[in-house]
């Protein structure tokens, strides 16, 4: 039996194609029987081009019912699916055609499924076994080159299995979709739960206000980045009246605030579900659905996943193993083996604790950790005192070059308030050596397309901080 992912999410459409699957924001619909037909057509076109079972099929493009049609229709022909976020440059793309050597580009989905019409449609499913590779997802490379995650037919669907049970998705629900389909998030974890389950979609071509308060009208499911939370807690016009229709909100690709989180709560009334996931494994732990969700925690991993701490201590680097972990990097087999243990598990680079009763709590990357006169400071501690005093927004904490620590502990914030007094606070709460030495006012943070704040750029933009303040004295 063939375990080509098409035939898993396929087997989720509703038993009446007619169902919508795309509601678009001029009022039109996109049905389940519209998107099968589109992926025939495009599995059809990509065959008539040479592409064969394995071949990889890239697409940068902005987001479209099309592009779903381009993505379904590749997996139906047994090609890899290559998404691209749509702000690459020329140069970042010649890397990926080059390392990724894709048979075919799709730029304009709308453009190619026309000429797709004209092909024969493709109405078998081309068997594909669960290790075959279904996808590649480049990793932002925010230390270096993009690295090429390998993601197999079976761990998609695992993890898709694994996020409709438990999120418990019904053919009831409407899913917001207000993200980009370049990503994991938007691409496999918002709209596999969708299809299994054979409900619409609100299809938001990005985040709007106004589109998304009118979507929550309709929708009961909406899934987002943090970013997401706090405008529209930034809206007077969000209300519990707004989010009476909704069942459930989640949020991931980026740490949630603990004051956000709250501020929900008391705003809408319903608690946010955080959950942890990364390129290499999709989904790794989730928040309960029906249970205790606490603001800082990412709950506890998806059934079929194992996780520990490296060293056996309290706080360390995360490590997983599971059916939804990822294949290896593309044609990189020495980074594939730097990422594992000896022992088969996946260093995340994610570090992190348990609870004795086995909830996980994310502290930064492992390259984010600060050494401070021989002593480790991890960012995320520092950041939720931080973020907890009057006129601060938000902020990210880093360490940059200090003549006499190794590194000095920065924190840049978004907000109002005095250096010195946030400095003087953070004393109060913390040991001396964790507490910011330096504060810098900024009117944003530097931000991948995700949300999740790039801290190598505010590394680089204060290295020199501790030297110039030397000098100056």
């Known amino acids: 039996m063939s375990e080509n992912l098409y035939e898993l999410l396929a087997g989720g459409f509703p038993e009446d194609r007619t169902r919508p699957c795309f509601l678009l924001s001029e009022g039109t619909a996109i049905s389940y029987g519209a998107l099968e037909k589109g992926a025939a057509l495009a599995a059809g076109r990509l065959t008539a081009l040479g592409v064969e079972p394995g071949d990889r099929v890239a697409l940068q493009a902005d987001k479209s019912p099309e592009a779903v049609m381009v993505y379904l229709g590749a997996l139906k022909a047994g090609a890899v699916y290559l998404p691209l976020n749509s702000a690459y440059t020329p140069a970042e793309i010649d ?197 205790e969700r606490i603001p800082g925690s990412v709950g506890y991993p998806l059934p079929g996943v194992e996780l520990r701490i490296a060293g056996d201590e309290e706080t360390g680097v995360i490590q997983i193993r599971g059916p939804s972990l990822f294949s290896g990097y593309w044609r990189n087999p020495e980074k594939t083996a730097e990422e594992f243990t000896a022992d088969g598990w996946f260093i995340t680079g994610d570090v992190g604790r348990r609870d004795p009763d086995g909830r996980v709590w994310i502290s930064g990357r492992a390259k984010d950790l600060i050494i401070s006169g021989g002593y480790n400071v991890y960012p995320k501690e520092v950041e939720l005192v931080v973020d907890e005093l009057p006129g601060v927004v938000e902020s990210a904490v880093i360490g940059v070059p200090h003549p006499d620590f190794g590194e000095g502990v920065v924190a840049v914030v978004i907000g109002t308030g005095e250096e010195a007094a946030i400095i003087g606070e953070a004393r109060r709460k913390l040991a001396a050596y964790k507490a910011p030495k330096r504060v810098v006012f900024v009117a944003e943070l530097p931000r991948n397309a995700m949300g999740k704040v790039q801290k190598n750029q505010l590394r680089e933009r204060y290295a020199a901080l501790f030297e110039t303040r030397l000098a100056g004295r």
């Open 95 to 291: 890397y990926f055609r080059q390392d990724a050597e894709p048979k075919a580009f799709v730029t304009d989905p709308p453009a190619f499924m026309a000429e797709a019409r004209s092909a024969k449609p493709l109405q078998a499913v081309v068997p594909r076994a669960g290790s075959d590779l279904a996808s590649i997802i480049y990793t932002s490379g925010t230390t270096g080159r993009s690295k090429g995650a390998m993601l197999s037919h079976g761990a998609l669907a695992a993890n898709a299995q694994a996020l409709h049970e438990a999120w418990g998705f019904s053919p009831e629900d409407v899913l917001l979709h207000a993200l980009p389909i370049f990503h994991v998030h938007g691409l496999f974890v918002a709209m596999h739960c969708a299809f299994l389950s054979g409900c619409p979609m609100v299809w938001l071509p990005k985040f709007s206000e106004a589109e998304v308060l009118a979507g929550l009208r309709r929708a009961t499911v909406m899934m987002g980045v943090p970013t997401f939370y706090t405008r529209l807690l930034a809206s007077p016009d969000f209300s519990r009246e707004t989010a009476a229709h909704m069942r459930l909100f989640i949020s991931g690709s980026a740490p949630l605030l603990p004051s956000t989180f709250e501020a929900f709560q008391e705003r809408a009334g319903m608690r946010i579900l955080e959950r942890y996931g990364m390129s290499e494994a999709v989904i790794i732990t989730t928040n309960p659905l029906h249970g």
